[in-house]
């Protein structure tokens, strides 16, 4: 069992910064994936990001590289997204998600959500 709490959304304008926190309790994530997604009304989740729990490769969508960089703080069991140059689009709710290892099927344990809007 897992548990994963997201915050540190909020409102920014656009062009500016945030971080969002994702705290993981319940067990070990020294070989988990932890992985961001966002989803806006009316559509579907996508992902954003990824990163093992332990670092090494990461991933980002299209949509957002070069202006997100996902991380992790093993010693706090949280993961970290910064979200720079934030635009319009990037208006969302965020969620967490851990898969148990990079070869499992999906992410298996998804956090409730934190909002972050972006304005023109």
């Known amino acids: 069992q897992v548990q994963l709490v997201e915050s540190g959304g909020g409102l920014v304008q656009a062009g500016g910064s945030l971080r969002l926190s994702c705290a993981a309790s319940?067990?070990?994530?020294?070989?988990?994936?932890m992985g961001w997604f966002r989803q806006a009304p009316g559509k579907e989740r996508e992902f954003v990001a990824s990163?093992?729990?332990?670092?090494?490769?990461?991933y980002y969508s299209d949509s957002v590289k070069g202006r997100f960089t996902i991380s992790t703080d093993n010693a706090k069991n949280t993961v970290y997204l910064q979200m720079d140059s934030l635009k319009p689009e990037d208006t969302a709710v965020y969620f967490c998600a851990l898969k148990t290892s990079d070869y499992a099927p999906a992410y298996d344990y998804w956090g409730q959500g934190t909002q972050v809007t972006v304005s023109s």
């Open positions: 319940g067990r070990s994530f020294s070989r988990s994936r």
């Open positions: 990163v093992r729990w332990s670092g090494g490769t990461t």
